[in-house]
């Protein structure tokens, strides 16, 4: 199921939802009120209730937008690592034609078979599992041990070695970062206050006393739609390697293309 279609079924369930709570509320009042009984004006709310209805709007509000700000920075850092990560190989990549050809040829290997294992085998199992594999530990290993057991014995072979392993110690520390912002980045007790938030804070609608009207319901729909967008948009978000990012591989496959043969 598409991310539009799963965000179109939230809005409009919980639009039908409380539209329908509000009008079967509205006739289960009318039928318990007596024939000669005046309705209840909506206009009359106590004002110790409107103030505490503004109160839990303001701080469902603050929560609300502290956990869109949070997603949204894991998001971020959980994409940036996987570009410094890409770039690290890359430079590997790149910078290794210093070393001899049989050298060379050995470690630019390792690197493609590493950045093909990560995005072809390691990246599925890392969106379900929340964790990096051991297949690509020892891949990276390879990686390690071919650009750091070799002996520089040019002056040229001699300039390139520091930076090749300073880009390797880049690319491990990307690694971990990115395994580390492999899962959830929302515990399960925000996750709880944000949804029993939403409920209280929907729930208000009946506790305003609205009616019937046709601005009224439309303004109980509207709101309803809101929370359950912004509740999707943390959702979405809470996972930025397997939904929040469109193409969380692109880095890999943009800088070494020649790991992914066609």
Known sequence: MSAWLLLALAMTSSC????????IWQRGRERRA???????DASQTPDVIEY??????????IVL???????????????????????????????????PDPVRDRVRSD??????????????????????TERGDALFHRVRTGVAAFEPGTTLES?????????????DEARTARGQSAGSTMPGVVWF???????????????????RTARELLLAGLFSAL??????????FDAPYARGVADATEPFTTLLPQAFPR
């Not at 007596?34 to 209840?40: A, D, F, L």
């Not at 505490?52 to 509000?61: D, R």
């Not at 300039?159 to 690319?171: E, I, K, R, S, T």
């Not at 206050?193 to 009616?211: D, E, H, R, T």
């Open 52 to 61: 505490l209805i503004m109160m839990i709007g303001v701080v469902y509000a």
């Open 16 to 23: 039908a939802l409380v539209l329908a709570g509000v009008v």
């Open 65 to 99: 937008g502290l956990a869109i700000a949070g997603v949204w920075e894991a998001r971020d850092g959980a994409t940036e690592w996987v570009r410094l990560e890409a770039q690290a190989l890359h430079e590997v990549h790149e910078r290794v034609e210093a070393y």
């Open 193 to 211: 206050g944000l949804i029993a938030g939403a409920l209280v804070v929907v729930g208000m609608v009946f506790a305003l006393q609205i009616g």
């Open 34 to 40: 007596g024939p000669e009984e005046q309705p209840e």
């Open 227 to 236: 929370i359950a967008f912004l509740l999707f948009l943390i959702w979405h």
């Open 111 to 132: 690197v493609d078979a590493y950045v093909a294992y990560t995005v072809g085998t390691e990246w599925p199992r890392m969106n379900a599992q929340g964790e990096l």
């Open 159 to 171: 300039h390139a070695y520091p930076g090749l392993v300073d880009q390797v110690a880049a690319a």
